[in-house]
């Protein structure tokens, strides 16, 4: 109950609750589909029936922004959860075993973070650009595996930290003494007593993934039109800024209150359960 009581948390996870709504009913709290043209509409200014304008297309701009949080929401809880996930068993490995298990896992982590992460991304969402699934999922696929690809070091830098001060415990050398193998000792004792920071550096890392996977449709790298994307819309609306200030506005605004939610849902996580230094490792702030 204390949780919901934090400020950060009520705001937050409000937000992020009615963010979750959004996706899901989005066909149902939309005047037309998302890729619905109408020339004679273009540029409409925002009004009763078209809330937020319309594009150079005459798109419903509305609509567009509803169904891009379907891409933003998907690609940020996948890309995360996939990084937290091998973070977790790269970190838990190398914090555990120690010696040259743990050297040869922290090269790899330190040679993935020595790169700047947008850079690498954009590397990486190119290579993965060619493959003939990334044409079937319209650009989705290469830019979940690109966020994936790079932001599991992070978590698994701080999994290594927090397995070592863990293991040392004495029901962790209890279960070494009744003879437990490593696996059970990693996932049934150790991992269960860590999980506060996989959870807050989860939360706040998904803010990072949506800012990432905004920047690359931005770049023409990510979400393929005609589907909707808050960073491919931001693109389109700056080549008419001018004449049409909305249609770059409403999908950065959108952008703008979702990436505050979930960084204030983290850090109202961080205080609650009283973890310091927990987040996101400082090359993905």
Not at 25 to 48: G, N, Q
Not at 80 to 103: E, H, N, P, Q
Request: charged share 15%; proline share 5%.
């Amino acid at each position: 109950m204390k949780a919901l009581r934090h400020p950060y948390i009520l705001f937050g996870g409000t937000m992020a609750v009615f963010l979750i709504l959004i996706a899901i009913f989005a066909p149902f709290i939309t005047p037309c589909a998302p890729d619905e043209i109408d020339l004679h509409a273009r540029y409409l200014k925002p009004s009763w029936e078209h809330w937020f304008g319309t594009d150079v297309m005459g798109r419903d701009i509305y609509s567009r922004v509803v169904y891009g949080t379907r891409i933003s929401l998907i690609v940020g809880v996948a890309s995360r959860t996939m990084g937290l996930m091998i973070g977790v068993i790269v970190g838990a490995l190398s914090g555990y075993y120690g010696g040259k298990t743990d050297m040869i896992l922290q090269r790899i982590v330190d040679v993935t973070m020595a790169f700047p992460f947008l850079l690498l991304v954009i590397a990486i969402a190119i290579i993965f650009s060619d493959w003939s699934l990334a044409e079937a999922s319209n650009g989705l696929l290469p830019v979940f595996l690109a966020l994936s690809a790079v932001m599991w070091a992070g978590m698994a830098r701080l999994m290594r930290s927090q397995v070592m001060v863990v293991k040392e415990r004495e029901y962790v050398l209890a279960a070494k003494a009744f003879g437990a193998s490593d696996f059970a000792i990693i996932f049934r004792h150790i991992l269960p007593n860590a999980y506060a920071p996989a959870l807050i550096w989860w939360t706040m890392g998904l803010a990072q993934a949506i800012m990432a996977e905004a920047g690359l449709s931005f770049l023409g790298l990510g979400v393929r039109p005609p589907t909707p994307s808050w960073g491919g819309m931001i693109n389109y609306g700056t080549q008419a800024i001018r004449e049409a200030p909305w249609e770059s506005f409403f999908p950065g605004a959108a952008l703008a209150l979702t990436v505050l939610a979930f960084n204030l849902l983290g850090e109202g996580l961080r205080d609650v359960l009283d973890v310091r230094g927990a987040g996101a490792p400082a090359r993905e702030k």
